[in-house]
């Protein structure tokens, strides 16, 4: 009698630990501006993952399951209205917890570095409990892992007035979806680039 109570409830747990059907959720992390140009590199976080659902969800809604965690970098060119897909980044085990992507640093007009940060999957996260990976891209999409940032490496000042000596005067915005620009200093920013419902970053119609 007691075995087949404890059975029975060992069952309903089971049965009540579910999961929602997987979803897809893609942001604009980032946009660095490289140079004195009109280009820019993007980029993307994409998180394919179930929903907690029945005791899962309690006490506080309950731990998402991530299927898929992965980073998609661009580049882009502002005036042309170009995109350029350059690499991409899929979470390692040990970096799979709160798992992100972003640029440190550019040198130059044609190398960024990518920062992964992450945490053991399966386990706690915190800024404490973080690893970190570091990669070297070039604007022509070559990637290769590297130890350190090299010294002096950072990212441009961000102003809105144009600075001493710059050409092609652009500035970059974004609301998580949609990459606007202007190109006046008192100009509207302009939509050109936006997160479609597969996730991929195309253009803006004009």
């Known amino acids: 009698m007691i075995r087949g109570a404890i059975i029975g409830i060992v069952a309903l747990a089971l049965t009540a630990c579910t999961y929602a059907p997987e ?4 942001v604009i992390a980032q946009i ?30 309950g731990k998402w ?12 060119d502002a005036s042309e209205r170009t995109i350029q ?26 190398v960024a570095y990518l920062s992964m940060t992450g945490c053991p999957r399966d386990g706690e996260c915190s800024p404490r409990l973080q690893r970190s990976s570091l990669q070297r891209l070039s604007t022509g ?18 102003m809105v007035a144009r600075r001493q000596g710059e050409t092609r005067y652009v500035r970059f915005s974004s609301d998580g979806d949609v990459v606007t620009a202007r190109f006046v200093e008192d100009g509207p920013f302009e939509p050109l680039f936006r997160l479609r419902d597969d996730g991929t970053l195309w253009v803006v119609d004009r």
């Open 32 to 61: 660095v501006r490289i140079g004195d140009s009109h280009q820019a590199l993007v980029v993307v976080q994409h998180d394919t993952y179930r929903r907690p659902t029945g005791l899962t969800a309690f006490p506080d809604g």
């Open 85 to 110: 897909r350059l690499a991409e980044q899929s979470a390692p085990d040990h970096l799979w917890e709160s798992f992100a992507v972003h640029i440190p640093g550019v040198e130059g007009d044609s």
């Open 23 to 26: 979803e897809e959720r893609a």
């Open 141 to 158: 999409g070559q990637v290769r892992e590297v130890s350190e940032l090299p010294a002096g490496v950072a990212l441009p000042g961000s």
């Open 65 to 76: 399951r991530y299927v898929e965690r992965r980073a998609v970098e661009y580049l882009v």
